[in-house]
């Protein structure tokens, strides 16, 4: 099997969103496909093709410390920010607990530092969040979030390896 790690494009987003639909089938995250479209930002939205198929995605966005997208609307401003939230990521059931998720974090990361990005963010959704600390992530348990995220939502933050070496 041959993994590339790509940006995405205008013919993945049926995908994507076919991938967002399973993952989040029986929660209230799930946004559909223009929410998601609204989400992304060039250059820090990729996804993990295998084979010609997607397997995974994730999407970041600039987005201020501690606020985050209203999951009931899609996104109509940009922003500027030296914080990239990193909104989604999903890899296809089958092929989870493979390290793959981490590859696309590890990924998104490199392209985030390369951008100056300072920070990265997200919320923790579904019982994510030992992962996310395992990959650099610290939790704020006092970060207010609307009840949409789960109630077992936690919104982390990581700064980026080249803003922790220059601090």
Do not use: Q
Not at 62 to 83: G, I, K, Q, T
Request: with cysteine.
């Amino acid at each position: 099997m041959r993994d590339v790690i790509r940006s995405i494009t205008e013919a993945d987003w049926p995908e994507v969103a076919a991938l967002e639909a399973g993952a989040y089938a029986d929660t209230a995250l799930a946004e559909g496909e223009a929410a998601l479209r609204s989400r992304a930002s060039a250059g820090t939205c990729f996804v993990l093709d295998l084979d010609g198929r997607l397997a995974g995605y994730v999407l970041a966005l600039p987005y201020p410390m501690f606020r985050y997208p209203d999951l009931a609307r899609a996104e109509r401003v940009a922003h500027h920010s030296p914080n990239l939230h990193l909104h989604d990521l999903v890899i296809s059931a089958p092929l989870r607990r493979r390290g793959l998720g981490s590859r696309l974090v590890g990924h998104l990361t490199d392209a985030a530092g390369a951008r100056g990005f300072r920070t990265m963010s997200l919320i923790a959704v579904g019982g994510k969040e030992p992962f996310w600390r395992a990959n650099g992530y610290r939790a704020h348990r006092g970060a207010r979030l609307p009840a949409g995220y789960g109630s077992d939502a936690v919104y982390m933050s990581t700064r980026l390896a080249a803003h922790r070496e220059a601090s």
